[in-house]
């Protein structure tokens, strides 16, 4: 089997690709959204630059998706279509706190999704994207840690993190942008069972 019939039949990479692919344009729909809801032009001018970053995942994901011949999935461009539009119209309702707490906990799940994209490409002997998937999985670091930074001082935030499981003490990955792993020992990223 030549190496893009394997990376297809690599059924956990191949769908994990379709599912980011789609999901970075949810990601950027809601922060459209999340951008026109809030007040101060910084923070609109901020979230703006994090929904540019997600438009550019979505394209480099596309380009490893038709270099390995995988389909974009019909299925999750929709379903991530209405998800991705859906938190958009949300922010403008939930007030100043909830789109940035949720976007934070985004964020912190979708790190170790480059870092498995790197497992499972290495499962099947191909190093070649590592660089590009560890710049895409430190930036959704950056982005979470954005997000955090905004409420770290806010009230509402014990109680959140105690019901839906991130914030000060709790985030679902273990990358730490101060002391970060280079490239060659990112492997060792998201082993873990939150990560
Ligand atoms: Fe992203
Ligand atoms: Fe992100």
């Known amino acids: 089997m030549d190496i893009a019939a394997r990376v297809r039949a690599h059924k956990r990479l191949a769908r994990l690709m379709q599912q980011a692919y789609s999901a970075e344009k949810a990601a950027a729909f809601a922060y459209q959204g999340h951008a026109a809801s809030v007040r101060k032009e910084e923070e609109k001018a ?3 630059r994090i929904e540019l970053d997600e438009w550019e995942h979505r394209r480099e994901v596309r380009v490893l998706m038709d270099l390995y011949g995988v389909p974009v999935s019909r ?3 929709v379903r ?4 991705g539009r859906t938190i958009s119209a949300a922010c ?3 007030g100043w706190f909830m789109p940035y707490y949720f976007a934070g906990r985004l964020e912190s799940g979708n790190v170790c999704e480059y870092f498995r994209m790197i497992h ?3 499962e099947l002997g191909v190093t070649a994207h590592d660089r590009m998937l560890y710049d895409m999985g430190i930036r959704e670091k950056e982005h979470e840690v954005y997000f955090y930074e905004r409420i770290k001082n806010k009230k509402a935030l014990a109680l959140f993190e105690r019901i839906f499981n991130w914030g000060a003490s709790k985030s679902f990955n273990d990358v730490d942008l101060e002391a970060l792993k280079p490239v060659e020992e990112s492997e060792g990223y998201c082993r873990t069972g939150r990560g």
């Open 92 to 94: 403008h309702v939930l």
């Open 120 to 122: 499972y490409f290495h």
């Open 80 to 83: 991530f279509h209405i998800i």
């Open 46 to 48: 901020a979230i703006h």
């Open 75 to 77: 299925y999750y461009e």
